[in-house]
């Protein structure tokens, strides 16, 4: 390109950009100051379109030396000049204007020297891209859009740039550059860390055509800019981490929400007997891509790829296993068999447990204990789940010599194994691999060990039924039980005796079982009762109003289950192993139905809505009374 002058004009209106808010920054907000004379101009990173002008003042502080000569010089990178003008006598508060010649889009520099006889009194030079085509970011996106103290948020800015154009993008929090680089290099995306402090946090991000060349140390900031303020609050905790919550009930957690962090109890060290043996946070090798998925991460596992922690994930005490149920949020591809979902292996590469699709296409387990191994099937069939996000779930206890087996999925029980095992001994260290050789592909969001409850018991997970109806019924569901753990669960108020057996409430004669009060002051309520088939003959549900001494209707368990109410019996057909009792609406005269019953029983209900209903399962036989599960949902 051949040197060219540059035209100045003098201008004595007020500057107005008609470019755009994007542009609205191009002269620095601080003067710089210099023998009294304050200069004002473009800062370095500015994007000068090709239909734009640069625009300047000088202004001289009363009482000084006034310049003489004001000399410009337009070049390039490489020092070869490329336009140049000198004014003299210099305007003094008037706004200038510079009209550039036409350039081929790039980073250039203007010089701008001031000077009075021989004396140089200001001399800037200012680096600033050129372009003929319009940048701009026009928003950016974060997701998930609810933030949490400590999770990890994709941000992405939204650009409207050229065709095969790279722009270079800087994210910057603070004054500190969190990313840099270009386009093509994935960099309008960044993962962002949420403090562990609710509050707002705001993030800038900047654009320039191309990679800036620094000439000074002056810092390059980007007129293509754009701030998002981002609000971190416990309140906006998403609904598939409150199956995860407490911390302290999970040996390890891995919520897989954009980063490979261990939230579980071992990320502190808490390893039993051995503190020095941390669970790490997991790293993936081979082609393991972490991406999102209906609104939230997770990491896809293609061919010899997958996720790898340095030491077993679950919980062992003295050599043995201690009672947990590992849990995977999955989406397996099509057409697997013989494949490894997640195996840990031994120092001397044995794997002593696994889970994996075997050649029926079945999910099974597998044990090695001192060289002797079992397989132990389900009746989870891999090949019709395919493609679709699972649940997978796996609880384990010893108990008697027996290892005890309870599959589940999306946190239904499935089926129930049960073998003998002879003594044995586990190793301290190991290595656990989600995928890897002869590894199954998909994708994996989620990985949890629970292993304690509230009471700081060694339990499998007791509430993967009530999970996964608070995750089907969303707002409906009002309680569910499904009796998951080992222990008969703390809301329920017992008296007489009654133990949990395989997923199975098991009630003794003479033992009566309450539910929390139910509120039933906005919605009509569906209640479920599902229980074992059996010989029980003589058992009932009772329903009260709260604080009411006697029930006012009372469901019979007998060869035709009755309902009796104040004033009328309803006969159902058949004895059902699953009850259903419609709860309706507050009213004055509330009307209950039954499954399979020929007409309503309508009782009076006291006047406030805001008096619970009590329901009490009562077993008069010398039979046990054997419940599957409860579940109440809003209509």
Not at 27 to 48: P, T, V, Y
Not at 112 to 126: A, D, H, Q, R
Request: proline share 5%.
């Amino acid at each position: 390109m051949k040197k060219t002058s540059l035209l100045i004009v003098s201008c004595y209106i007020t500057l107005i950009l008609l470019t755009g808010c994007e542009e609205a920054f191009l002269f620095s907000s601080n003067d710089d100051q210099f023998n009294d004379i304050i200069f004002n101009s473009l800062q370095n990173g500015s994007i000068i379109n090709g239909k734009e002008s640069i625009t300047f003042q000088i202004l001289s502080s009363e009482g000084s030396n006034p310049p003489e000569k004001l000399e410009i010089k337009l070049s390039a990178l490489d020092g070869s000049q490329l336009g140049s003008e000198i004014i003299s006598p210099v305007p003094i508060k008037q706004e200038l204007k510079v009209v550039l010649p036409e350039l081929e889009s790039g980073q250039y520099l203007i010089d701008f020297s001031l000077s009075s006889g021989n004396s140089n009194l200001v001399s800037k030079k200012v680096s600033f891209f050129y372009t003929n085509s319009p940048y701009k970011i026009t928003g950016i996106e974060s997701f998930p859009p609810s933030i949490t103290p400590g999770s990890t948020v994709l941000l992405k800015s939204i650009l409207d740039i050229p065709d095969k154009a790279n722009p270079y993008i800087k994210w910057i929090q603070n004054k500190v550059v969190l990313s840099s680089g270009l386009l093509s290099e994935g960099k309008n995306k960044i993962l962002w860390d949420a403090p562990e402090e609710e509050g707002i946090y705001i993030i800038n991000v900047e654009l320039f055509p191309d990679k800036p060349i620094a000439f000074s140390q002056a810092p390059m900031k980007s007129s293509i800019n754009m701030e998002v303020e981002l609000y971190v609050s416990n309140n906006q905790q998403k609904a598939f981490l409150d199956s995860l919550y407490p911390k302290e009930s999970f040996f390890t957690l891995f919520h897989f929400a954009g980063n490979l962090k261990n939230e579980g109890l071992t990320r502190n060290g808490q390893y039993f007997e051995n503190p020095s043996l941390i669970i790490n946070n997991a790293k993936t090798f081979g082609n393991t891509e972490l991406i999102t998925l209906n609104d939230e991460f997770a990491y896809k596992i293609t061919k010899n790829s997958g996720i790898q922690v340095d030491n077993s994930i679950l919980p062992v005490k003295e050599g043995k296993f201690l009672p947990f149920t590992l849990s995977m949020g999955l989406i397996l591809d099509k057409e697997q068999e013989n494949r490894n979902i997640l195996k840990i292996t031994s120092p001397e590469d044995e794997n002593f447990f696994t889970i994996s699709m075997n050649k029926q296409r079945f999910i099974q387990a597998q044990f090695s204990f001192d060289h002797t191994k079992l397989i132990i099937p389900s009746n989870i069939y891999a090949a019709i789940l395919e493609n679709q996000r699972i649940l997978l779930s796996i609880s384990v206890f010893i108990e008697d010599d027996t290892l005890k087996i309870k599959w589940f999925l999306n946190g239904e029980q499935k089926d129930i194994q049960e073998t003998r095992i002879i003594p044995y001994t586990l190793p301290a260290a190991a290595t656990t691999i989600i995928g890897g050789e002869n590894g199954f592909t998909g994708i994996i969001d989620e990985l949890s060990v629970y292993f304690k409850d509230g009471k700081n018991r060694n339990t499998i997970h007791p509430d993967l039924f009530r999970n996964a109806m608070k995750m089907k019924s969303r707002k409906n569901l009002v309680y569910a039980e499904g009796f998951d753990g080992l222990f008969i669960p703390d809301d329920l108020v017992m008296k007489g005796e009654a133990s949990v057996e395989n997923g199975i409430l098991a009630c003794k004669r003479n033992t009566s079982l309450t539910l929390p009060a139910i509120i039933v002051s906005d919605k009509s309520l569906d209640a479920y009762f599902s229980f074992l088939a059996n010989k029980n003959k003589n058992s009932s549900i009772l329903l009260y109003w709260e604080n009411d001494e006697s029930p006012f209707m009372r469901i019979e368990r007998t060869e035709d289950l009755k309902v009796y109410g104040i004033d009328h019996v309803l006969i159902i057909d058949k004895p059902l192993d699953t009850l259903m009792i419609s709860i309706p609406e507050s009213k004055n005269n509330a009307v209950f139905s039954t499954i399979g019953s020929k007409e309503n029983i309508s009782i009076k209900r006291p006047d406030t809505t805001t008096t619970g209903l009590v329901i009490k399962i009562l077993n008069k036989d010398s039979s046990d009374l054997l419940i599957d599960s409860i579940l109440i949902l809003k209509n």
